[in-house]
């Protein structure tokens, strides 16, 4: 098994095991990859693995990488029908088609490329209190139904939010809800800890980017696309969340708890508590288009149901 040099660190220094020559991967690795519950692109000929951390510019990584790979990213974005830039835009509605991903290896396929070694490995993470605060807004807050039942979170059914402080209530009781049980978490892969998603261990990255420092891990990935004979798509910001909620605008208490929650992440990935960077859009404006997004999959879900039942 080969181990990364001491001198690695999450700030994306390069490790050139391009040089090591082709060693098998352990069977540990291969045998975790393989079952990884998050999204793993994986290109045969590159010898590329991206493991992606939900929540951390992985939508962008991948349709980038597909593209780079000369194939179409299957499925579109839902787009609002209204005036307004809603939350639905952020809902992907397509499957993962012929992209070049872990699970379209067939068996004897991905034996053979493990036991070849890969070339190029590589994640992206992002502080601890953005991803859960981007996971709450983009999926907990408005589209309740589906999200909050996995949890075992009150059914609010269609609710409409009349101030900001009502918004923020409702992320007060999704930590709080987790922070009284913490093993709720495995329910939803968006708030499993990057301590249990990367089994542990960044042994095996060559690089370890930063949803902060993103252009790190494209200047990177560039290099190593370009030693492939590829240029590197362009990569976006396709799944933003349209409503974020600063850490300033958190409820202590609320933020402790987030803190409590992920603990093992911050020691795992170097990150600072205090250090997230995200700013707070909501306001007394973004009301409106929160209430009709929240009313659209409420009544989105009961037709579902109807059409299912």
């Keep these: 098994m080969r181990r990364t040099p001491s001198h690695f660190t999450l700030l994306g220094v390069v490790v050139s095991r391009e040089q090591e020559g082709r060693v098998s991967e352990s069977p540990e690795f291969t045998e975790w990859v393989r079952r990884y519950n998050g999204l793993a692109f994986l290109h045969p000929q590159w010898r590329l693995l991206y493991v992606s951390v939900p929540k951390a510019a992985g939508t962008s990584l991948n349709i980038a990488l597909t593209r780079s790979a000369g194939i179409d990213f299957p499925g579109t974005f839902v787009q609002s029908l209204g005036e307004e830039s809603l939350v639905s835009q952020t809902i992907w509605d397509g499957e993962a088609g012929g992209r070049p991903m872990v699970e379209s290896l067939g ?46 979170l ?12 009502d918004v923020l209530a409702d992320l007060d009781q999704l930590v709080t809800h987790l922070h009284a049980d913490p093993t709720l978490v495995h329910r939803d892969v968006h708030l499993v800890s990057q301590h249990e998603l990367l089994r542990r261990d960044l042994s095996r990255f060559d690089h370890v980017g930063r949803t902060d420092r993103l252009g790190e ?4 990935l560039r290099e190593r696309l370009a030693s492939e004979g590829v240029e590197l798509a362009p990569v976006g910001h396709d799944n933003d969340s349209p409503v974020d909620v600063s850490p300033q605008m958190v409820d202590p208490t609320t933020l402790q708890r987030i803190h409590e929650i992920y603990a093992e992440d911050y020691a795992f990935l170097g990150f600072d ?5 995200v700013q707070g859009t909501l306001c007394g404006e ?19 149901a109807a059409a299912h039942g």
Excluded: C
């Excluded at 891990?217 to 990177?220: H, K, R, V």
């Design 107 to 152: 068996d004897a396929a991905y034996k053979r490329l493990m036991r070849g070694g890969l070339r190029h490995v590589f994640t992206v993470v992002r502080h601890p209190v953005e991803r859960l605060l981007t996971t709450w807004s983009s999926k907990y807050l408005v589209r309740a139904p589906y999200y909050r039942a996995r949890l075992g």
């Design 154 to 165: 009150p059914d609010p059914g269609l609710r409409r939010f009349d101030a900001v402080e």
């Design 217 to 220: 891990t494209i200047d990177w």
């Design 273 to 277: 508590p205090d250090a997230a960077q």
């Design 286 to 304: 973004l009301l409106p288009a929160v209430n009709r997004e929240v009313e659209h999959n409420v009544r989105a879900e009961v037709l579902h």
